[in-house]
C-alpha cells in the first residue's frame, strides 16, 4: 500500500538521509530543504529517467542549459513582469496573509476564525528580483528565473541554427527556478526553490492539436512507466478560468498526494505567444523558413513542464509500503530501479578480514557500473531491513563459503527471494535483474 500519511514519508527521509530541513541548526528555513546522500542521488536519478525519456531516446529533441539570472526585458516581454502574480490578502486581525484564490470561505479568517477582517486583494509578483554588480540602482535589476521555459524561446533560434532541426522539435532542460510563493507547504510539494524538466516542443501550427495530444498522453505513461499506480494518477483539463495568459489549452497529470490530488505535471498549449513576444521586443526574427512548402511562419508549442521535487515526493509516496517478512514488520520503498539512490548493495556476512577484500572486489566491480552501497555493520537481517527501507532493488551477500566456491547470494527487495550465483556471471545476472 502506497503512503497515506505524508509524515510517513517525512520521518523515513530525515532519518535515512533523503531529505532535511534547510539550516536546521539555525531553527531552519521555512520551506526550503537539503538533500541528503539518498536524496540528492534519487533527485539525479529522476532527472536522468526524463533526458532518457525526452531527449536520448528520441532523435526530435535537443537539450540545452540556460542562464538562472535574466534582465527585465526577458520577463516584460513574456509577460511575468506584467502577469505572474498572486491575489494577496492580510487578515487586519492575527495579522496573517493569504492568497484570495486559495481561501474556502473569503469572508473568514483560516487561521483566527475573525470575519470580514481581510484586507482588500492585492497583486503579490512571484519573482525574486536582485542586483547584477557592485552598484544598485535601476540599471542593475535582473530576475531569478521563474520557470526555464524563456531561455529555450530566446536560444530558439541559435538551436535551430546549430542543431539543424526543424519543426516539430523540441528544446529541452532541466534546471532551478525560484518563485516567492506565498503559502509554501506541504514538504517538498511546494517550495521557493525547485527544480523543473521542461521542453518546449515547436510545431507547425496545423499540427499543435495532435501533438497535445501526443505531449499528455506520453508525459501521464511515464509516470506509470516508473512505478506509480495509475489509478494514482489522473489527467485534468484546466477550466477556462485557470488557463494562464497563454495559453490556450492546459491539462494537468495530478498525483493522489495524502492531501488530495496536486499537480505533477502541466501540458500546456502555448500557440506562438512566446516567441511573436520575444520577436517584438527584441526587434530578431523568431521564425521557421520550411524550404519543402516555401512557407515562413512562427512555430506553436507545446510545453510539458513537471517539478523534478514534486515527482520525487509522488515516486517516494506511491512506492512506501509496510509488510511482514518472517513475522516482523519491514517498511520498504518499491522503487522503480533507475530512480533508487543504489542499485545494489554489498554485504559481507561478517567484517572479518578474510572476507573483506573479496567483499571489496566484488563492489569495485559492480561500482564501475551501478550506483552501490557498501555495508558490513550489524547483523545481516538488519542491513536487509536497512537497504529495503532505503529502495535497493538487490543485495549481494559475500559470506565465507563464497571464498571455496566462487560464488554470491543475490537477495531481491520486494520478494525477498536469495539466489546462489557464481562471482564470474554475477555482472550479467545483476544487469538482468535491474532491466539496464
Request: aromatic content about 12%; hydrophobic content about 35%; glycine content about 6%.
Amino acid at each position: 500500500m502506497p503512503a497515506t500519511d505524508l509524515d510517513q514519508i517525512v520521518n523515513l527521509c530525515k532519518r535515512r538521509g533523503f531529505v532535511y530541513p534547510s539550516a536546521e541548526i539555525y531553527g531552519g528555513f521555512r520551506s526550503s530543504y537539503d538533500y541528503g546522500p539518498l536524496g540528492s542521488l534519487m533527485l539525479r536519478n529522476v532527472r536522468e529517467a526524463w533526458v532518457r525519456t525526452m531527449v536520448q531516446q528520441r532523435d526530435d529533441v535537443v537539450l540545452i542549459d540556460a542562464a538562472i539570472l535574466g534582465p527585465p526585458a526577458v520577463f516584460e516581454a513574456s509577460g511575468h513582469l506584467a502577469n505572474f502574480s498572486d491575489p494577496l490578502v492580510d487578515c487586519t486581525k492575527c495579522k496573517q496573509r493569504f492568497r484570495e484564490d486559495h481561501l474556502t470561505d473569503p469572508d473568514t479568517c483560516p487561521n483566527c476564525g475573525s470575519k470580514n477582517s481581510f484586507t482588500e486583494s492585492r497583486a503579490f509578483n512571484l519573482m525574486f528580483k536582485t542586483q547584477a554588480g557592485p552598484v544598485e540602482g535601476s540599471g542593475t535589476e535582473v530576475y531569478m528565473r521563474p520557470e526555464t521555459a524563456q531561455g529555450m524561446f530566446v536560444n530558439f533560434v541559435n538551436v535551430l541554427q546549430t542543431s539543424r532541426k526543424k519543426p516539430p522539435f523540441g528544446i529541452a532542460q532541466v534546471g532551478k527556478s525560484f518563485r516567492n510563493e506565498i503559502t509554501p507547504g506541504n514538504f517538498i510539494f511546494r517550495t521557493r526553490e525547485f527544480e523543473q524538466m521542461e521542453c518546449e516542443f515547436f510545431v507547425p501550427p496545423a499540427e499543435s492539436a495532435q501533438w497535445y495530444e501526443y505531449w499528455c498522453n506520453a508525459r501521464f505513461n511515464w509516470y506509470v512507466d516508473l512505478g506509480i499506480p495509475a489509478d494514482m494518477l489522473r489527467l485534468r483539463a484546466h477550466d477556462a478560468d485557470e488557463l494562464s495568459h497563454y495559453s490556450a489549452g492546459t491539462s494537468d497529470v495530478e498525483f493522489m498526494y495524502p492531501w488530495g490530488w496536486g499537480e505533477l505535471e502541466g501540458i500546456a498549449q502555448r500557440t506562438d505567444f512566446d516567441l511573436k513576444q520575444h520577436a517584438q521586443h527584441s526587434g530578431e526574427k523568431l521564425d521557421f523558413f520550411d524550404q519543402a512548402t516555401n512557407e515562413r511562419y512562427v512555430p506553436y508549442v507545446i510545453e510539458p513542464a513537471g517539478g523534478v521535487n514534486r515527482a520525487m515526493a509522488a515516486f517516494l509516496l506511491a512506492a512506501y509500503d509496510e509488510d511482514v517478512i518472517n513475522d516482523e514488520p519491514r517498511q520498504v520503498l518499491r522503487l522503480h530501479p533507475r530512480l533508487a539512490p543504489y542499485k545494489v548493495a554489498v554485504l559481507p556476512l561478517s567484517k572479518k578480514d578474510t572476507l573483506t577484500p573479496l567483499a571489496k572486489q566484488v563492489y569495485a566491480t559492480l561500482a564501475d557500473r551501478y550506483m552501490v552501497d557498501y555495508d558490513e555493520t550489524q547483523a545481516i537481517g538488519r542491513r536487509y531491513r536497512r537497504q529495503d527501507e532505503i529502495g535497493t532493488p538487490l543485495c549481494v551477500t559475500v559470506d565465507f563459503d563464497s571464498l571455496e566456491d566462487g560464488a554470491v547470494t543475490i537477495r531481491e527487495r520486494d520478494t525477498t527471494n536469495q539466489v546462489r550465483v557464481p562471482i564470474a556471471d554475477l555482472e550479467t545476472e545483476i544487469r538482468a535483474r535491474l532491466g539496464f
